[in-house]
């Protein structure tokens, strides 16, 4: 039911078709698999391009989406803006499954590929505290499934480069790797 509930939702804000590839056509995605676990920042590295090559088409795929009362995009959309991008890049490869946003403390995005597992949260920055609180609560989450590492899809309302990569990086966390890729958005 959450399934058919999420892309219905994808639909109604992505749209059935992206208006660009999803990755360049010549990348094997070889870096992401050929591991013995899935290099989730690097696939989100693709993602953060596509974002990029559709500002430089003049696409906004943020433009008329929902907002807070701040006027920040809300979590949500990330979310399914990610999980319509996941799916377009591997579907042939992986099962993406969806953990509809209700605020429960689950996480958002898992990818199941070849009998490797792997979990994304996606959250959207509010302060550099609360993107503290969520590592932890991600780490809590992978620990819970078995898993070693998770990845943090971190959505922040700005472009600057600079921002986006003092905010990306990696930590231990109670023993579980957690990845965060900072993701920016206006």
Known sequence: ??????NALTLDLIGDRAPILAIEPLDTLADVFDKPEIDLPALLERYRKY????????LNPW??????VDMHL????????????????VEDLCVVS??????????????????????????SLKSRMKTEAAKR?????????????????????VEDETV?????????VDGI?????????V
Not at 76 to 82: E, Q, Y
């Open 1 to 6: 039911m959450q399934r058919r509930l999420y």
């Open 51 to 58: 974002l990029g090559r559709l500002k430089t088409k003049g």
């Open 63 to 68: 433009k008329e989406q929902p907002r807070r």
């Open 74 to 89: 809300t979590e949500a959309v990330g979310t399914f803006h990610l999980y319509a991008w996941l799916k377009d890049t």
């Open 98 to 123: 969806p953990e509809f946003p209700t605020g429960n403390g689950k996480v958002d995005l898992h990818l199941r590929c070849s009998g490797k597992t792997a979990i994304i949260e996606v959250k």
């Open 137 to 157: 609560q991600a780490a809590a989450y992978a620990a819970q499934l078995g898993l070693k590492a998770i990845c943090v899809a971190l959505f922040v309302p």
């Open 164 to 172: 986006l990569n003092r905010l990306s990086g990696e930590s231990v």
């Open 177 to 185: 790797m957690v990845f965060v890729s900072a993701i920016g958005w």
